[in-house]
């Protein structure tokens, strides 16, 4: 499939390891330049470098964070006119709603659903005005069906999911399109400490935890970043202009809904 991505730019929030990183790999591997970004500078540039060893496409890396003003301005200053803006941040902390107080609250707001939104504000007159542009938001299977002990991230994420439904309705005739991917288990550092965690308080040792977890998931397994990547370079692509405003599950099932 030829996804007519060659030589387009894209931002790639939160993209030094995991989903971010699988985003950023599969769409240099259809020729897209990309800045990169994490708070941690070493882990960053490391997969910078991996990126431009195995695809030779430009790669910026701007480490900071991105859920601050500050952040934001560093990488819209290294890619102030993005073709395509993959949104992503590290998710919220697990536990029980009665520990969650207002701060803790606002920052998972501010990091789950401002900052997504203040970026696409940044980028998506310009994608108007270029008549073409891609935004994908890394949300959570948490959107379709809360999970329980990730409330923080059920409540910040269905503000974003509520807010880029209908925005992505109002630039789709410009070729913009807005769409979110929704991951289920997935193997990355986030949620191998989230396994520990939880087997710790469960009293089991992690690693029968994770096999019961993995048998749970009809496809018999977690997601890969990689597979995860070749979706976001689906909805990235140039023919994918009518899919707006989607909520893309990808879980292996693990979501046990008809539609
Ligand atoms: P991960 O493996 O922990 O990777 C997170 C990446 O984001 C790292 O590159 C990290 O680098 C960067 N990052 C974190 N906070 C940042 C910030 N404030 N500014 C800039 N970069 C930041 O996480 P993941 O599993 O890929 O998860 C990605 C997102 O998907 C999270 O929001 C998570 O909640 C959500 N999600 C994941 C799963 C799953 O199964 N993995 C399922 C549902 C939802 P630095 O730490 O160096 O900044």
């Known amino acids: 499939m030829d996804t007519g991505l060659r030589n387009k730019t894209a ?3 939160a993209s030094s390891q995991g989903l971010g990183k ?7 591997r259809e020729g897209v330049s990309l800045v990169l970004n994490a708070r941690t500078a070493a882990t960053l540039d490391a997969t910078a470098d991996e990126i431009r060893r195995a695809t030779g496409v430009k790669v910026t890396a701007v480490a900071c964070d991105i859920t ?3 952040g ?4 819209l ?3 102030p006119a993005p073709d395509i803006l993959v949104n992503n941040a590290g998710g919220p902390p697990i536990g029980d709603f009665r520990d969650w107080d207002e701060r803790t609250w606002q920052k998972a707001v501010n990091d789950n659903m401002i900052t997504p939104i203040m970026l696409i504000r940044a980028v998506v007159d310009g994608m108007v005005a270029r008549r073409f542009g891609r935004i994908v938001n890394i949300t959570s299977r948490s ?3 809360p ?3 990730l409330g923080l991230s059920n409540g910040a994420r269905a503000g974003l999911t509520g807010f880029v439904a209908g925005l992505a309705r109002q630039v789709a005739k410009h070729n913009v399109t807005i769409n979110n991917l929704l991951p289920g288990p997935f193997e990355t550092a986030r949620t191998v400490d989230g396994l520990a965690k939880r087997a710790a308080k469960a009293g089991i040792d992690v690693a029968t935890f994770a096999a019961a977890r993995r048998a749970e998931v009809p496809a018999g397994r977690f997601g890969t970043p990689d597979e995860f990547g070749k979706a976001c370079v689906f909805l990235c692509s140039a023919d994918a202009g009518f899919i707006v405003g989607q909520n893309l599950l990808i879980d292996g099932g693990a ?3 008809t539609l």
């Open 11 to 13: 931002l790639v929030c």
């Open 22 to 28: 699988g985003c950023a790999l599969a769409l240099a």
């Open 68 to 70: 601050t003003p500050e």
């Open 72 to 75: 934001r301005a560093q990488v």
């Open 77 to 79: 200053a290294a890619c």
């Open 143 to 145: 959107v379709k069906a």
């Open 147 to 149: 999970l329980p002990d």
């Open 255 to 257: 979501v046990n809904v």
